[in-house]
């Protein structure tokens, strides 16, 4: 990834996407299971798409690329706010407008369910789109109730970036699996000339929607999501449990510094490229500018990337963000509209995305084309952890459900709470909030 510009892609990042509502699998009296809005695919004609700003224009060029093959259907940019609640705002406000300005919606991943509960967006027919050919946990943050309401255009995962030099000088060439294994690692390294200083392990603890973030993953990577496949919450199962006590275990046995319950993704990178960590969970992003030559990192060439530490023998998994396109409900020219969004799912536009951003695509065959890998080497772990991945809570009110969760898991990591009191509590409060 690139440096952090949209909040969304970088499930906030960078920061917080958030709270900007998705929504949901429950009982939702606006939309529901059944209430998909129905539309006609036939019309052609001229679209807009309305998505943050295109900061590299590389988007600008796919639009003109279109819009030289079809003269009569041609695809005006409507660009919005670079942050992610001002997106949302709009949206909804053209949305309860009835509105028909807008076309090809960007949605942040924490949207689309609630767009689609709220019938402002309409289902799509699959068979228009080679889902097949994405990566099936970025579809899956297209659904609602198991129907298509948006196509993936780029995802995100977060990484393990450790510190080869110091991994080295302990004795080690296996960067760790666990977060077990990479507390014993640092312990190791605190007994070594060069990593005796190591503050060790930094990520997003702030609270903001970066910690639901990591508590979404910290339940994944223990074994369970914090709410299952039929939408009700299980924030206190032994796995969510398990998974809040490991990074409350790096807390208490000083492995992650005090410090680290003020970072964002701006300030645990900057503490990792300054060489203060040994380990870091961030989004990929931060390679290009930790291997920066121009003296603004001090580890340049001393770090790789691994998947995230897993929990109690589950496989380490990462919520994920990323940008989706939907169709507006009261957009004309939805059958332009759907093949607009096939041409940005397609391949070659992926890769060409790619090659210029580094955005993480949907598109499962870039992560394996020789070119990109020269550029990115490291795009093949980011598959693996794509395809582990997550997506944060799909429901309804997710402002208030993100804020809940942000509350209780940053309760225990700076020492308010314990695990169990703060997980059944938070549990209560997200069956409150389905009711």
């Not at 059944?34 to 590389?58: C, L, Q, W, Y």
């Not at 639009?63 to 079809?70: G, S, V």
């Not at 790619?354 to 598959?383: C, N, R």
């Amino acid at each position: 990834m690139f440096k952090p510009t949209r909040r969304s892609v970088l499930a906030a990042s960078a920061a917080g996407a958030a709270a900007a509502g998705l929504a949901a699998c429950s009982n939702d009296s606006s939309g529901g299971a059944g209430g998909a809005a129905k539309a006609d695919f036939e019309e052609r004609g001229p679209i807009s798409v309305v998505r943050g700003k295109d900061n590299t224009g590389k988007f600008q060029e796919f639009i003109k690329q279109w819009n030289d093959k079809h003269p009569d259907e041609k695809v005006t940019l409507i660009e919005l706010p670079e942050s992610a609640d001002e997106q949302r705002s709009q949206l909804i406000n053209n949305a309860q407008a009835k509105s028909d300005a807008y076309t090809v919606l960007g949605l942040d991943v924490v949207w689309t369910a609630e767009f689609a509960a709220q019938q402002w967006v309409v289902e799509l027919p699959e068979d228009k789109f080679e889902l097949d050919k994405l990566l099936p946990s970025t579809v899956e943050t297209g659904k609602y109730f198991d129907k298509l309401y948006a196509v993936p255009y780029t995802t995100n995962a977060e990484l393990l970036f450790y510190r080869k030099d110091l991994l080295e000088a302990a004795g080690s060439n296996e960067p760790p699996k666990t977060f077990e294994e990479m507390y014993q690692l640092i312990e190791a390294m605190r007994g070594t000339e060069e990593g005796k200083d190591t503050l060790g392990f930094g990520s997003q603890y702030s609270k903001y929607e970066g910690l639901t973030v990591q508590l979404t993953g910290l339940a994944k990577s223990a074994g369970k999501d914090l709410f299952g496949a039929d939408g009700k919450p299980q924030a206190n199962s032994n796995e969510a449990k398990a998974g809040l006590q490991a990074a409350k275990d790096g807390f208490d046995k000083n492995y992650i510094p005090k410090e680290a319950l003020t970072y964002k993704e701006e300030e645990s990178r900057q503490a990792f490229q300054d060489g203060r960590l040994a380990f870091l969970q961030n989004w990929p992003y931060v390679w290009n500018l930790a291997n920066a030559e121009d003296g603004s990192s001090k580890i340049n060439g001393k770090f790789d990337v691994c998947p995230v530490p897993g929990i109690g023998g589950s496989e380490g998994a990462t919520a994920l963000g990323g940008l989706n396109y939907g169709i507006s409900a009261f957009a004309k020219n939805k059958g332009t509209a759907i093949d607009f969004i096939a041409f940005l799912a397609s391949e070659d536009q992926q890769k060409a995305q790619a090659l210029a951003t580094g955005e993480a695509p949907a598109h499962s065959a870039v992560y394996d084309d020789p070119e990109v890998l020269e550029m990115y080497p490291y795009y093949q772990t980011l598959k693996a952890a794509v395809d582990a991945g997550t997506a944060r809570p799909q429901v309804v009110k997710y402002g208030d459900v993100t804020q809940a969760i942000q509350e209780a898991a940053y309760d225990v990591l700076s020492g308010s709470k314990e695990v169990n009191a703060s997980l059944d509590a938070l549990q209560k409060t997200l069956e409150e909030l389905q009711a």
